[in-house]
């Protein structure tokens, strides 16, 4: 039996992706991930933010403004250096490929580092952007042009395969996507599922929202995933949010995913739960006589079912009234 995919062009052993988090920011790891069974990693994210952040703080501590470039540049270089030795050292030491991840909120000039991402052997690049929209004086259309000019500007520096991934909030997901692949992406995410505030109300404190996905959220992606895989031709999508399980996989699949990352699972039980779900992959591909993934995949997307409006239901009210 193959489970073979091909994702960004890279072949993948199998097509389970653990996902940019603190799963995937050491070299030992990584190795148990691999040594577990899965098909790719995505580097935890170097972070923009993280980069300037960490120049700020100590530019506080210097009390002479000469120091303020210097700082700058070494804290940028410092945070660089430590994750491109993330990057050979992983290279170094494990076989499946491993993708770097860079988190940008900015096309700025610091995009010029992906270039070093590269030349430390990363196999692709995953672009983790979210720019909270927050600004009543700007068209939402501007804050979708920011992610257009990251991609020109990366794929000006690099030739490794691009993917970005996304959040779900977006007007028009398959046109947004179209527009990515339009300037280079070769795949997509689908989707980031981002930090969220909470309120203690006893405190009256700020606490973080849930950490961790539940498996029912993979309703988020499946109804995309079936979409976009079917109306954008020649981009890959990894499917991830809320996989939690081998059937999960398959249904991402089937609903025309060329991969699937995982993360939250794999925080509640261990790298060695990615032999569970890819047995759990296997075993039903057995039970159904399919020997390849390519012999599903996409079988329940848009294009390949007779009633497509079953992806585009969405009111609760017109389909489910009897529901009280
Ligand atoms: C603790 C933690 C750290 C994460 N760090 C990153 C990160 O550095 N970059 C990134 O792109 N996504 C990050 N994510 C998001 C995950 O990669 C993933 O997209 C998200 O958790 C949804 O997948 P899941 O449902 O399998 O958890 C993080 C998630 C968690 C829980």
Same mark, same amino acid.
């Given at each position: 039996?193959?489970?073979?995919?091909?994702?960004?062009?890279?072949?993948?052993?199998?097509?389970?992706?653990?996902?940019?988090?603190?799963? =995937? @920011?050491?070299?030992?790891?990584? !190795?148990? #991930?691999?040594?577990? &069974? /899965?098909?790719? +990693? $995505? %580097?935890?994210?170097? *972070?923009?933010?993280?980069?300037?952040?960490?120049?700020?703080?100590?530019?506080?501590?210097?009390?002479?403004?000469?120091?303020?470039?210097?700082?700058?540049?070494?804290?940028?270089?410092?945070?660089?250096?430590?994750?491109?030795?993330?990057?050979?050292?992983?290279?170094?030491?494990?076989?499946?490929?491993?993708?770097?991840?860079?988190?940008?909120?900015?096309?700025?000039?610091?995009?010029?580092?992906?270039?070093?991402?590269?030349?430390?052997?990363?196999?692709?690049?995953?672009?983790?952007?979210?720019?909270?929209?927050?600004?009543?004086?700007?068209?939402?259309?501007?804050?979708?042009?920011?992610?257009?000019?990251?991609?020109?500007?990366?794929?000006?520096?690099?030739?490794?395969?691009?993917?970005?991934?996304?959040?779900?909030?977006? =007007? @028009?997901?398959?046109?947004?996507? !179209?527009? #990515?692949?339009?300037? &280079? /992406?070769?795949? +997509? $995410? %689908?989707?980031?599922? *981002?930090?969220?505030?909470?309120?203690?109300?006893?405190?009256?404190?700020?606490?973080?929202?849930?950490?961790?996905?539940?498996?029912?959220?993979?309703?988020?992606?499946?109804?995309?995933?079936?979409?976009?895989?079917?109306?954008?031709?020649?981009?890959?999508?990894?499917?991830?949010?809320?996989?939690?399980?081998?059937?999960?996989?398959?249904?991402?699949?089937?609903?025309?995913?060329?991969?699937?990352?995982?993360?939250?699972?794999?925080?509640?039980?261990?790298?060695?739960?990615?032999?569970?779900?890819?047995?759990?992959?296997?075993?039903?591909?057995?039970?159904?006589?399919?020997?390849?993934?390519?012999?599903?995949?996409?079988?329940?997307?848009?294009?390949?079912?007779?009633?497509?409006?079953?992806?585009?239901?969405?009111?609760?009210?017109?389909?489910?009234?009897?529901?009280?």
């Amino acid at each position: 039996m193959k489970l073979t995919t091909n994702y960004l062009g890279i072949e993948l052993k199998n097509p389970l992706i653990i996902s940019s988090s603190g799963l =995937t @920011n050491t070299v030992k790891k990584i !190795k148990k #991930l691999e040594n577990a &069974g /899965a098909g790719a +990693v $995505v %580097l935890k994210s170097l *972070f923009e933010e993280q980069i300037n952040r960490d120049a700020i703080s100590m530019l506080k501590e210097a009390n002479y403004p000469e120091a303020e470039d210097y700082i700058l540049n070494y804290t940028r270089n410092n945070t660089v250096e430590k994750y491109l030795k993330l990057i050979e050292e992983t290279k170094d030491s494990v076989d499946i490929p491993i993708m770097a991840s860079i988190n940008c909120i900015s096309s700025k000039e610091w995009i010029s580092f992906a270039k070093n991402i590269q030349d430390a052997g990363a196999d692709a690049l995953e672009l983790n952007v979210f720019i909270l929209p927050d600004n009543i004086h700007e068209n939402g259309y501007l804050y979708e042009q920011l992610y257009d000019d990251i991609l020109v500007n990366m794929t000006q520096k690099v030739t490794i395969p691009i993917s970005v991934k996304i959040g779900q909030n977006f =007007t @028009n997901i398959p046109a947004f996507v !179209k527009n #990515l692949k339009g300037r &280079g /992406a070769r795949g +997509v $995410v %689908l989707f980031n599922r *981002f930090y969220a505030p909470d309120i203690d109300v006893d405190t009256m404190t700020f606490t973080s929202g849930e950490v961790f996905s539940n498996p029912s959220d993979l309703r988020y992606s499946l109804r995309w995933v079936g979409i976009v895989s079917s109306l954008i031709k020649n981009i890959d999508i990894c499917a991830s949010t809320g996989v939690h399980n081998g059937i999960s996989v398959v249904k991402q699949l089937l609903a025309g995913a060329t991969a699937v990352q995982v993360c939250s699972v794999l925080y509640q039980n261990g790298p060695e739960y990615i032999r569970t779900m890819l047995s759990d992959l296997e075993e039903w591909m057995k039970k159904y006589n399919f020997d390849s993934i390519d012999e599903f995949r996409g079988r329940m997307s848009y294009k390949n079912i007779p009633d497509p409006t079953i992806f585009e239901r969405a009111q609760f009210m017109k389909y489910f009234s009897s529901i009280q």
